[in-house]
């Protein structure tokens, strides 16, 4: 097994861009968008955006900040109707020299061979203190419901 997953990915658009972008090949990735291509981003809605131009940009300077950039299937589900949906990671060095590191889920959709929409949710992975009962704490404001487990 490749330590991308990416051959867990079926054979179509997804698979190819995925393998295209761990090569860094702009062109071949960016050819597997629809031109019409819509990225939601439900929980950062401003980031949303219409069109493969946008998805050009955001790759040319995704390759160009982090030139080590990989990307890391680790799991993946299909349903009819070209639903594609991936848990995958990717990693990367910063000009800085600091590692960035982001992970989540895609849900993405196919249509003529072409990847042509996706629900997008890949946040900066969070390596800092807090564990899950501060993160509820925080999350209700400070009420952590007593002293119960």
Known sequence: MDASGIER??????RRMLDAANRHDLEAMVAEFAKDYRNATPVHP???????????????ALFAGMPDLTLTVH???TRPGGKVWLEWSNCGTRPDGSVQR???V??????DDKIAAAQFYLEPVD????DVNEAISSAVGGATG???P
């Open 46 to 60: 401003a980031r949303s955006f219409t069109g493969s131009a946008q998805v050009r940009k955001n790759w040319t």
């Open 146 to 148: 007593g002293d119960r």
């Open 127 to 130: 390596d800092g203190p807090g």
């Open 102 to 104: 982001a992970a989540g």
């Open 9 to 14: 990915v079926p054979e179509g658009p997804v």
């Open 106 to 111: 895609s849900i993405l959709t196919v249509r």
């Open 75 to 77: 799991d993946v589900a």
